[in-house]
């Protein structure tokens, strides 16, 4: 059945959540609903409900997807098409996918969008975006959008843009888990054309049970997020029923593919064997674009949220870095929101259809002018844009900023800007068996709580700190710190077989105002499981843009615990010592001002 619909006035509406069971947090896209008014020549299309049955993952699945066309779209005057799909625990007719297809149908593509699989009234299994099943999925959608292949009803496309025979024009668009599908259909199918993933991860690893100093080991589990998902995709049947036994898996694991439930078990165990581990890393990975970004070939536009707890800016930097070193032509923005954070005015949101008076909704409708519709005039913009809270407009930059200023861990807690400054010294710190450090909930507003202020207790944390600036301080990007800890607690246990007996410890920068008020830059930490305490290591903080104001100081900590996380297995006290030939190191990437 074909609906007319006509250009929307949107309501307003947030992001982040839902609660299954006792308080499980969803964050697909953040996007407005939007609802309904009067019709326009403009922005008049029709939407024709479908549905599709695919072949994936070694399963029937039945796709359920909504096909937008706009007035006068036809065989003899045909349109590229933009493709979309939810976030997790979303379908197609959540407020932050139907927006995607009215804003573009509106503008005149065809819109074709979906509820992935698992979700909504989609069959199968969640394979959290797995190229293999979720990407070939999606790769029958672009064969029907090349009319070669029909619905179920037998509906075909005949009106979309053809690079040639069987190759449609096509880009996908769509946020988080409606991200990674992206580049996941991209690395099975070189027929997409262009891709605009938003606020998504590129290694699942190190999203949720992150290690900040070593890829290789094991990380720090991010309990309250992996645990909120995993509620909510094995309530799946309850919340949405389904007679379609393709979504059921087995009563140990009912919604999930059986190596996503081993992979949650076992990180909630607590307990992280050698064997047990590798697997659970190899499996993260290969769902991740972290094992598979050399395959994808499609001009890329990420954006991701400066104020992202769940998939920080790093996630978007690796997968950036890697497609730029492949020559794909990739540009990177970071915008003001994320999974955790508020948005800002003026930023994207589709469903208010602002496209053309933000910043990212015009460098999203220049890619696909560009690519889709193969206006070569069309600006792609800059290859490295953030937002600058505060301050007028996005920064601009032909890359991201490299580390510029190197400042000294002194034995004095002081942060210096030469050896010789350093004091000769040590501190101590010792973890109780409860956490004694607080840098967020991603629960706390899903049940209407305010979010206590990141807190750390004495004795349970160590802090470096600057003098007060002279002038205001720019970070863009994620700073480096490398330390040098002493530990005899963990020394003696760390080479048990078990990965939880390594230290555990979470490195994080503030900001110290001159009345001592201290400030957790979005909340964002470093969660870092040590590889050898009886070796330096490097961390790699989350990155930031943030600056720093006259008279404020920087503060380095080193914290012992979090309440968001898993932490460490029995009581490990440490010391750190300084001198002037021997001590840690903090680097910042600056784009303005100077730290002494």
């Given at each position: ?10 309501r ?20 407005a609903?939007p609802?309904?008014?009067a ?16 072949e994936?993952?070694g ?34 007719n ?24 698992g ?23 672009v064969?029907?959008?090349a ?26 668009i ?12 991209a ?10 993933p ?8 190190y ?14 589990f991010?309990?309250q ?14 919340l ?35 064997a047990?581990?590798?697997?659970m ?16 070939t ?8 400066q ?11 690796a ?20 999974h ?15 496209l ?82 607080h ?22 944390y ?46 994080k ?54 309440t ?21 190191t ?11």
């Amino acid at each position: 059945m074909e609906v007319p619909v006509s250009r929307a006035v949107p309501r307003s509406r947030k992001v982040l959540a839902l609660v299954a069971g006792a308080a499980a947090l969803a964050a697909p896209l953040a996007l407005a609903a939007p609802a309904s008014g009067a019709e326009t020549a403009a922005g008049a299309y029709t939407v024709t409900p479908l549905r599709f049955t695919v072949e994936a993952g070694g399963r029937s699945c039945a796709v359920d997807a909504d096909l937008y066309r706009p007035a006068g779209v036809d065989a003899e005057h045909p349109a590229p098409a933009v493709l979309a799909t939810n976030g997790f625990g979303g379908s197609k007719n959540d407020g932050s996918t139907d927006a995607i297809g009215k804003a573009f149908a509106e503008r005149g593509y065809v819109g074709l969008v979906y509820s992935g699989l698992g979700f909504g009234k989609s069959g199968c299994l969640i394979s959290l975006d797995a190229p293999e099943t979720d990407g070939r999925a999606a790769a029958r959608l672009v064969d029907f959008l090349a009319g070669a292949l029909a619905a179920d009803d037998g509906t075909r496309a005949d009106f979309v843009t053809r690079d040639g025979a069987g190759d449609p024009r096509v880009g996908m668009i769509g946020g988080s888990y409606g991200g990674a599908v992206q580049l996941a259909t991209a690395s099975v199918d070189p027929r997409v054309d262009a891709l605009v993933p938003l606020i998504t991860w590129n290694d699942l690893a190190y999203s949720l049970a992150p290690n900040a100093a070593d890829r290789d080991t094991p990380g720090v589990f991010k309990w309250q997020w992996a645990n909120g998902f995993y509620l909510m995709g094995e309530g799946q049947p309850l919340l949405v029923p389904s007679l379609d036994p393709s979504r059921i898996n087995s009563l140990g694991c009912l919604h999930f593919v059986t190596d996503a439930c081993d992979t949650v078990r076992l990180l909630n165990s607590g307990r992280y064997p050698k064997a047990a581990t590798e697997k659970m890393l190899a499996y993260a990975r290969s769902v991740s674009p972290v094992s598979y970004v050399d395959r994808i070939t499609a001009p890329t536009l990420l954006v991701q949220g400066q104020a992202d707890t769940l998939f920080n800016l790093n996630e978007a930097r690796a997968t950036y870095d890697r497609l730029r070193e492949r020559g794909v032509d990739t540009r990177m923005i970071w915008q003001s929101w994320g999974h955790s954070g508020g948005q800002k005015p003026g930023e994207l949101d589709l469903g208010q259809g602002n496209l053309e008076s933000s910043y990212v909704g015009q460098r999203i409708l220049g890619w696909f002018d560009r690519y889709l519709r193969k206006n070569t005039a069309a600006d792609t913009g800059p290859a490295f844009a953030w937002y600058r809270e505060g301050q007028s407009g996005y920064g601009t930059a032909d890359g991201v900023p490299a580390l510029s200023r190197r400042l000294y861990l002194s034995g004095d807690g002081k942060l210096v800007d030469n050896r010789a400054k350093v004091a000769e010294g040590s501190r101590r710190y010792s973890n109780w068996l409860v956490p004694t450090s607080h840098s967020e909930s991603s629960l706390a507003g899903t049940i209407g709580l305010p979010d206590p202020r990141p807190y750390d207790t004495p004795g349970t944390y160590l802090g470096w700190t600057t003098a007060p600036l002279t002038a205001p301080v720019d970070l863009v990007g994620a700073p480096k710190a490398t330390l040098k800890v002493d530990s005899p607690a963990a020394e003696r246990v760390q080479d048990s077989g078990d990965a939880a007996d390594k230290l555990v410890l979470f490195a994080k920068l503030y900001d110290v105002a001159p009345d001592g008020t201290k400030t957790l830059v979005n909340r964002l930490v470093a969660p870092v499981r040590v590889p050898d305490v009886t070796r330096p290591f490097t961390v790699e903080l989350p990155a930031v843009v943030h600056r720093y104001e006259t008279g404020h100081r920087l503060e380095l900590v080193i914290a012992a615990s979090d309440t968001a996380y898993s932490g460490n297995r029995g009581v490990k006290p440490v010391t750190v010592a300084s001198a002037p030939g021997d001590t840690g190191t903090l680097e910042l990437p600056l784009v303005q001002g100077t730290v002494d």
